[in-house]
T-cell receptor
Framework: NAGVTQTPKFQVLKTGQSMTLQCAQDMNHNSMYWYRQDPGMGLRLIYYSASEGTTDKGEVPNGYNVSRLNKREFSLRLESAAPSQTSVYFC??????????FGPGTRLTVL | RKEVEQDPGPFNVPEGATVAFNCTYSNSASQSFFWYRQDCRKEPKLLMSVYSSGNEDGRFTAQLNRASQYISLLIRDSKLSDSATYLCVVNGGKLIFGQGTELSVKP
């Protein structure tokens, strides 16, 4: 089992560009999450999906959109990237808000 | 006020020391609680769940105090390999992290 996979691992964008971060899990988990982590801070919840077909805002949703494509996949889109979105992005999944399994992260720099 | 708060540290302790971290939460309806460990900004890994009755796993003990709305993590006989950032997570309908507490264990 691959667990939780994320692509890309690294990305550099210019201000105003758009991109989609991909996440997939093969553990048949119902819930999936997107977090961002900035230096000196913990993980902040951007969006989550409690189950296939539902998505909800987390702590810091502004500037992002998500799609729960199916039970396996949960993507995060930046429509117009800003330098404040420079961060490490972690995708995670869990069975009903229990133990989180994380992907390896995407390191995004917006110039 | 943040939903979940931790003392960011850093905590610098010698090998063999006992160290304790606290984490407070604001949502009294929170259902489940966890401690995660993160090394060098890699992905966090589950250290232990926190049960109402408290639980122990080797040198690690986690406790929950619902009345005062905090959870704690006690590490006994610290090892160099315990150096990491420790993150508490609270489930109040969504999984919210504290900002993490950095621990550095020195020889």
């Amino acid at each position: 089992n691959a667990g939780v996979t994320q692509t890309p691992k690294f990305q550099v964008l210019k201000t105003g560009q758009s991109m989609t971060l991909q996440c997939a899990q093969d553990m048949n988990h119902n819930s999936m999450y997107w977090y961002r982590q900035d230096p000196g801070m913990g993980l902040r919840l951007i969006y989550y999906s409690a189950s296939e077909g539902t998505t909800d805002k987390g702590e810091v949703p502004n500037g992002y959109n998500v799609s729960r494509l199916n039970k396996r996949e949960f993507s995060l889109r930046l429509e117009s990237a800003a330098p404040s979105q420079t961060s490490v992005y972690f995708c995670a999944s869990s069975e009903d808000f229990e133990e989180l399994s994380f992907g390896p992260g995407t390191r995004l720099t917006v110039l | 006020r943040k939903e979940v708060e931790q003392d960011p540290g850093p905590f610098n302790v010698p090998e063999g020391a006992t160290v304790a971290f606290n984490c407070t939460y604001s949502n009294s309806a929170s259902q489940s609680f966890f401690w995660y460990r993160q090394d060098c900004r890699k992905e966090p890994k589950l250290l232990m769940s926190v049960y109402s009755s408290g639980n122990e796993d080797g040198r690690f003990t986690a406790q929950l105090n619902r009345a005062s709305q905090y959870i704690s993590l006690l590490i006994r006989d610290s090892k160099l390999s315990d150096s990491a950032t420790y993150l508490c997570v609270v489930n109040g309908g969504k999984l919210i992290f504290g900002q993490g507490t950095e621990l550095s264990v020195k020889p």
